[in-house]
Each structure stands twice: as C-alpha cells, then as structure tokens.
C-alpha cells in the first residue's frame, strides 16, 4: 500500500472497521418494524426495476435507427386499470400493516413500567419513579415494557432511540406517550430529532439496556433517597393542595385518592378520563377542568411548579390509593418551602431531585 | 446511444435569427422592467431565479462540507443552523416554487393555449416585482446574520426562542407568497379564457393541465401559509397567544396550519415539473403521451388529494392514533396518480422512434429518481415506519429525490427543451448531454447514502454527528462535487450558446405545441394571427401533414 498517501489509507481503514449499515434491534418491535421496512423495500426495488427496464427495453427496441416510424396508440384501459390497481393494493397492504405496529407502538400496554421524560434546550432529563434522575441518559431493563411519557418545557424536541425503532415528539405542554420492550442489553444512541435551536445536534444521549439484576443493581446505587411519589407528597404538602384536597366531608375540592384513571364528570357535562395528562392539566389550568360539584376556585399553579415538580405530583397522586394517605400527608411536617418567586427553578424540586445521576 | 436524431435544423449558411422578436423589439433597461410581455417577465425570472439558485447551491456546499466531519469543523453549530435554513429558505420559495410555472411556465403557457400574453400581464409583472422584493428581504436577512428556525418555522421555537431574524424572514415569505398566488391566478384565468379557438380543454397540452393542477394549489393554499406566519410575527413582536403555549396558544395547531399550506407546496413544486416530463417524452418519442386524458386527470387528482394529507407530517406529534390513520390512507391514495403517470410516460415510449437528445436524458432521470422519491414517500406514509424514519435523513433524502431528483431535472429538461424557442439558438448537444449524465451520477452519489443514514437513524439538522456514520456522510459530499459540476456546465455553455449556439429554426425537436408553430424567438405577439386549433395534443400526423404542405407551397 505504498503508493496510497497514509492519511486515505488510514481513513480507509477507519470506514472499514468503523462503518454502519443496518441499526441494531434491540427492542420487541424492532424486528417487526424491519419486516415491514423490508417489504417495502422490496417492493420499491421491484418498482424500480420495472421502470427502469421498461425505460431501457423500449430505448433499444425503439430508438429511431430501428424503429424508424412511431405507431400511434391511444392508452389502454386494461393495462392503466393494472397498474392503478396494483400499486393501490401494494400501498393498501402498506398502510394497514404500518398502522398495526403504529397501534402497537403508541398503545402501552397496562402493566408497563412508566419513566417520565423532559425534553429542554438541551438535555433530556429522565425521572424514575423510584426517585432515580438521569439527564441525556436512559437505563432501562430487558424483558419488561417500558413506557415513557415525554414532555417538554420549552421548544419542540423528539425522543428518539433509532435501536428500539421508536419515537416520539416531546411537545411543550403536553403528555406523549410511547413504550418498548428492550430485547438486547447493550448502549444505543438516543438522539432528539426534531429541531431545537443552536445546541439541537448536542442533544443526546446513551440508552443503556441492562438485565433485571443489574437494572435492580442500578437502581438500588443509584437511588436519591426519595421516591417521586415522596417528591411529589412534599410538594403537595408545601403548595397547600391539602388545603382543599384534603378528603374531610366539608372539603372545597375533590377526594384525590383512586382518582388515576377513573371516570370524571366534569361541571361541563362532559365525562373524561383522569389520565397522567388530565391531572397535569387540572394542575396548571384548572378553571378549565372543574369536578361536577365544585366551586371553580382552585388557582393555577401555572409558572409555580416545574415540569419535574408536575411530575412528582402527577405520580403522588396516582399512587393515593386510599384517603387515609391523603390524611397522612396533612400531617408531613418535613415541608421544603416552593420558591416565592414564581418562576421554576430548581427549588421547585424536592431537594433530592438535584441530585441528578449522570450516566 | 444511437446517433439518430429528431433535430433538423435551417441551413446555418443562410439561416438568421428574426429581426424582429420579443428580444429585440425594444431596447433599453426601462424596457424591460416595465413590460408587459409574459416572455421578457419569464427572462427576468430566469435570471432571478437562476440567481437564488446558485446562492441555496452554494449553501448546500458548506453544509455538506460541514458534514465531512462528525465534530463542527467547519462552523460552529448557530452558523450551520442558519446555514441550512437560508438553505431550505431559498430553495423552496425563491427556486422551486417558482421555478417551472413562473418562468417555463410563464414563457409557453399563452403560447400553448395560443394567446398573445397571459390574462392579467401587470399582474405578471407585479407577481415578478414581489418575487425580487421577497428575494431582497432574504438577502438582507442573510447580510443581518441570518435566520435559524429552519425552513418550517416551527412554533414556539421561532416566536419565542430565538432572537435571530425570524421576522423579516417570515415577511419575506409572505411576499413571496402573494407572487405565486398572482401567477397562479393569473394562470387559471389565461386557461379559461384565453384559448385559441379550437383548443378545447382535452386537446391543451399536459403542461397546461399539470400547471393548472398547481395554479389551484398555489391560489388555495398560499393564503394559509401567509396567514401563519403573519401569526408568527405577531406572536414575536406583540405576544399574541396563538401556537405558543406559554402564551396560552396551541404549538400543535401551528403544525397543521403550516403543513396544510406546505405539503400540497410540494406538489406546487412537482407537478409542472410532470408536465414538462410529458411534453418531453412524447416529443422525443414522436407519440402522443399513453393515456392522455389519465395523465391530466392524475394532476387534478394529485392537487384534490394533496390538500387532505398534511398531518402526515405529524404523525409521531400526538394526534389521534385515528387521525393519523385517515391521514396515512390518504396518503397512500395520493401516492397512486404519480404512479400512475411513471407508468404511462414509460409506455409512451412503447412503439415510439425514440431519440436521445438532452431534455430526453433529464426526462429519464426524472422518471428514475422519482419512481425512488415517490416508493420512499410510501415508507414515510405508513405510520409505522413514519414513527423510525421521520426527521431523520431518511426524510432528507426523500425529498431531495422528489424535489432535487424530480424537480429539477424536469427544470433542466423544460430549460433544455425551451432553450431554442427562447433564445433562438441550440445548446451544444454532446457537452449537454454529458451534463445530464454528470448531474444523474452526482445525484446519486449525493443522496442515495442518506437513505442508509436516515435507517440507521441519524437525525436531521445535526451539525455534529457520531462518528460510525462519518462514511457515509463522506460519499454524499463527495458525490455533492460531481453534483455541482453538473449544475455549473449547463450554466457555462447555456452561456456560451447565446451567442455562438447554431440557430434553431422555428421548430428544431419538430415538436407539435403551438409555441413550436411560431418564429423562434417569437414575437412579442407570440403569433402574427391567432391559430385556429383543429386537433389534438400530439398529433404528429398533422405536424407532418402541416409540413408537407408547406414544403408544395414554397415549392
């Protein structure tokens, strides 16, 4: 190799042995999905090959040195009728077999283990339920579904972990949810995809896959001490939802306890399910999202309370399962007062939210 | 390639460009930029549009220069996200919304449907005046320091996060806007009223369909896109609450009214593209296109179905599961038209006398790269795969073979086929031809790896990427070399052409159309009376018929 100049050689040698093609899977959807991308793949190949060899086929037969004179036709039903109705059937087996794995994706199923997600310019802060923080980092256990529900709180950004073959837009001022079931442990790419401003292509991460042992290995190291759901009963404490929330008969607000998930009446008449997204909104804007029953009195918490601090809030309340819990935190002397100035800061956190793991 | 050839030209001995032409008629700037005539507006935007392309192609040079690296190497991260946005800004609004109708477009249409000018000329001419004055603010835009919201604006990154120049940007757009929305009404008025007697609707030529089609998108949709970013710029300047959530609006909404304009913007892009296709293959193939009538109706039907696929686009930004599910079966209807039309250009040939002169070339590639932009549409428009290959360079790459691939090979093959009507003069034929086939391999070269790119899912607008997908993204620069050598050629000798090309005659391709039938350059007055139409499209037979009757007059 000596008349190739060193520096190409040792770029060649680098593509070689550094040189993807295909992404790995490593999640339950990821060889489904592929099955589909192969398909269409195929499909297109046999597409093109078609096109192209009807092209080239009928530029020999008949360039004008053989062919001299055109012969005049018309069109013909029959084979327009062909090729409309083969590409429509080819597209329409596309379209239901790509909207099965779409219900599949952003369908979670009821036993998944839930991880919440915040998307900002630019990191991508994830919260464990057991009170476990990462920023631009994701651990997660093979064999068990895992489903992410992803916020933003600031610009579009989209999570995105091209192992898995999952994705989902991270939107300010909503819940999205998306799941998977790793497969394989190893570290994967997690990018944001969608746009965010200067720092968008720093905006990324490792997903790391473990086994149960060392996911619960993981876990247990990497513990703050709190759960989210404790996070969230301090704040509930601190910001006095106790106040009105508090299950007594002659309460100003509705009994939280088992309200996750159940059938709500609103004062419109109109009946909705109390999911992650309707307790987040009925924090933030609930003159908007009144109980049948009850004076509209409740203020926003709009600005008070950060994403993370909606989160711990969201989980605490979906884990009152009784109103005696709820009683029990009337009694929580240990407050962590929320920050007076209105803005989110980090104070709006539980104090053991700043002690973020970093992968 | 066989030597045969469709081209006969004048005897250049005696042969002499007319005196008297829409070139010559007048003299002076002021000339120019007060007339009237659709021919000298389509010059003006030639230049114009010319020019913006060569700015948009020169940031896309150092953006694939940047992207030889994985680090940020070349730029910092802010400077390569204007980069790509002034990229996306003046190639979709300064040069392929514009690029066929307003000036192929705008230079045959009258003379096709055989009228003197279109409808409404200080309409045309005021359209051309809101081009410049949208390419202007771009430039200062630029000169200022740019703009980084990306070509799609998206709230409430662009009215909140950003203190680049979003609003003269946004503006600028919004001028542009109204130039494509006069052009085409200006269209659709000329169509319905300016016919020549005879030309029924199904004898037109299918470049009038297929520009009509995109008339009907420009003038429906243009307004919606004006309307959003007028929002947009209230919202940065006044706090407006409309799409960003701190302000109580919907970033969502902003979403569905900005694709609602800008997915039929691509067929605004593609479709006059397909109708120079056609003109194209069945002039060099000496047949009437296979299945008229499917082909203009596939346009029409393109345009109808284009408005109703937009959240396509959205799929993985939380709409309903079911709203996606509508969304994504239109879009595979939508898909059918264009194949349709591949199918029917590739039988055209079909017993044809098929020759290989340049506009042929770049028709072949259009059918090539399209069929391959149009099959990836598929993967973006099933949900499922739409969820892994969404705003990753899967996408880039998608429509870059749709827009660059399709598009703009048709806008070479219009250039090529025009040049001698336009001009008078020919091209040369072999270095042309070696330019189409430059600019296919270039093409290639450019976008066929990002494909790769975009599955293992790298995301778009990265200025930084990791290092396991340098390769590839090594191939695509260099193939983007090949690419812009094949775009300054044509630039050179269509140049060069202007004033040592052979002279073309009247009718070099022997081409049917109505504007072949007249002097090239023609008239101001396109013809000298209006021709009276009594037959179809195509009809080769009564071009030869027309021929030997002319040849026992003179005789």
Redesign the interface.
């Known amino acids: 190799m000596d008349h190739i100049s060193p520096v190409l050689w040792q770029f060649l040698q680098k593509w070689l042995t550094h040189f993807a093609l295909f992404p790995p899977e490593a999640s339950k959807i990821a060889p489904q999905m592929d099955a589909l991308y192969f398909f269409m793949v195929l499909v297109s190949l046999v597409g093109l090959t078609l096109v192209v060899l009807l092209i080239v086929g009928f530029s020999i037969l008949y360039s004008k040195t053989r062919h001299p004179h055109a012969v005049q036709i018309e069109g013909s039903t029959i084979l327009e009728a062909t090729w409309t109705i083969i590409p429509l059937g080819l597209f329409l087996i596309m379209f239901v077999w790509g909207a099965l794995l779409y219900f599949r994706i952003y369908t979670p199923p009821a036993n998944a283990m839930n991880i919440y997600v915040v998307g900002k310019q630019w990191m991508w802060k994830v919260e464990h339920p057991g009170g476990q923080h990462e920023i631009n980092a994701l651990h997660v256990p093979t064999g068990r579904p895992v489903q992410l529900t992803i916020i933003s709180q600031d610009v579009f950004h989209s999570f995105s972990i091209p192992a898995f073959r999952v994705k989902r837009e991270a939107i300010p001022g909503r819940y999205t949810t998306v799941w998977f079931e790793a497969t394989t442990p190893g570290t994967y790419h997690l990018f944001c995809t969608q746009y965010c401003g200067t720092n968008h292509s720093q905006m990324i991460g490792d997903v790391v896959v473990m086994n149960p042992d060392d996911f619960r290995k993981w876990l247990d190291s990497s513990t703050s001490g709190d759960s989210l759901a404790q996070d969230g009963e301090r704040l509930f404490a601190s910001l006095s939802c106790n106040a009105c929330h508090n299950t007594r008969p002659d309460a100003r607000g509705p009994s939280l306890a088992n309200v996750y998930n159940s059938r709500l009446t609103l004062s419109t008449g109109e009946t909705i399910t109390a999911d992650e997204a309707y307790l987040r909104q009925a924090i933030l804007n609930p003159s908007q999202h009144i109980t049948q029953g009850y004076a509209p009195i409740m203020p926003t918490y709009q600005g008070q309370v950060s994403e993370e601090g909606v989160i711990a809030l969201v989980e605490y309340i979906k884990n009152l399962d009784s109103d005696y819990r709820v009683q029990q935190t009337l009694n929580t002397t240990d407050l962590v007062p929320e920050s007076a100035g209105g803005k989110p800061v980090a104070g709006a956190k539980a104090p053991a939210a700043e002690k973020e793991v970093k992968p | 390639m ?5 081209v006969s030209l004048p005897d250049q001995s005696t042969a002499r460009i007319p005196k008297m032409n829409f070139l010559t008629k007048e003299n002076g700037l002021l000339s120019w930029l007060l007339t009237g005539d659709h021919k000298r507006i389509a010059t003006l935007y030639l230049i114009s549009i010319s020019f913006f392309f060569f700015v948009g192609g020169s940031l896309a040079g150092l953006i694939r220069l940047e992207l030889l690296t994985p680090q ?1 190497s070349l730029m910092a ?2 400077t390569y ?1 204007k980069v790509f946005t002034m990229h996306g800004v003046i190639m979709v609004f300064l040069f392929l919304v514009p690029s066929v109708p307003a000036t192929i477009g705008n230079f045959v249409i009258p003379m096709m449907v055989g009228a003197r000018d279109l409808a409404l000329p200080k309409i045309n001419l005021l359209s051309w005046y809101l081009y410049i004055i949208a390419g202007f603010m771009v430039i200062y835009t630029m000169a200022a320091g740019g703009v ?1 919201t ?1 070509w ?1 604006f ?1 709230s ?2 662009s009215t ?3 203190n680049t120049h979003v609003i003269s940007t946004g503006l600028a757009i919004f001028v542009a806007g109204f130039s494509s929305i006069f052009t085409g009404l200006n269209f659709i008025v000329t169509i319905h009223k300016m016919r020549a007697p005879g030309m029924t609707w199904f004898r037109l030529p299918l470049f009038v369909w297929s520009n009509y089609a995109a008339s009907i998108l420009m003038v429906l949709g243009t307004p919606v896109l004006a309307i959003t970013l007028v929002l947009v710029v209230l919202e940065r300047t006044v706090h407006i609450g409309v799409f960003d ?2 302000y109580g609006g ?3 909404l902003f979403q569905h009214l900005f694709w609602f304009y800008s997915h039929p913007a691509v067929y605004i892009m593609i479709l006059p593209g397909m109708g120079v296709i056609s003109e194209v293959v069945s002039t060099f ?4 296109v ?5 082909v203009a109706f596939s346009s029409v039907a393109i345009a109808v179905f284009g408005f109703f696929v937009w959240a396509h686009h959205m ?4 709409i309903s ?1 079911y709203a ?2 509508v969304f ?2 239109l879009t ?2 939508v ?2 038209p264009s ?2 039309k ?3 250009w ?2 055209t ?8 002169e340049t506009p042929m070339l770049y028709a ?1 590639g259009f ?2 790269l399209f ?2 932009g149009g ?2 549409g ?2 973006l ?8 290959l ?3 360079y899967f996408i880039v790459a998608h429509f870059h073979f749709v827009m660059v691939g399709g598009m703009l090979m048709a806008f070479l093959s219009g250039i090529h086929f025009w040049w001698p009507k336009w001009t008078g003069r020919m091209y040369p034929e072999k270095i042309s031809q070696l330019a189409a086939i430059v600019t296919f391999i270039g093409f290639n070269f450019t976008f066929f790896p990002q494909f ?1 790119l975009g ?3 790298m ?13 590839l993204n ?1 191939f695509s620069t260099a193939g983007a070399t090949i690419l812009g050598v094949g775009y300054l050629l044509p630039i050179l000798y269509l140049t060069w052409s202007l004033r040592y090309g052979a002279v073309a005659g009247n009718n070099p391709w022997q081409a049917t159309g109505l504007e072949w039938q007249t002097q090239s350059p023609p008239l101001t007055e396109n013809f000298p009376e209006i021709p009276i139409v009594d037959h179809e499209a195509y009809d ?2 009564w071009l030869e018929r027309q021929q030997e009757k002319e040849v026992a007059s003179v005789g």
Do not use: C, W
């Not at chain 2, 193939?285 to 009437?288: D, I, L, N």
């Not at chain 2, 040939?349 to 290989?356: D, P, R």
């Not at chain 2, 428009?381 to 892994?388: F, L, S």
């Open positions: 066989s030597a045969a050839t469709i940020t991260a802010d996200n980084d990306g799609t998206t409430p990154l909140h996060y950003l959530p701190a919907d970033p969502i193939s000496r047949k009437r296979f299945g008229y009538t499917a799929f993985i930004m939380g599961n996606a599910l994504s079966l595979m209807l898909a059918v194949a349709i591949i199918f029917n590739a039988f040939l079909y017993k044809g006398s098929i020759t290989f072949f059918m090539g069929t391959i099959m990836t598929v993967f428009g099933a949900t499922g795969t739409d969820i892994h969404t705003e990753t790769i599955t293992l899912g995301p778009r607008r990265y200025a930084a990427y990791p290092p396991e997908f340098q390769a090594v080769y037979e």
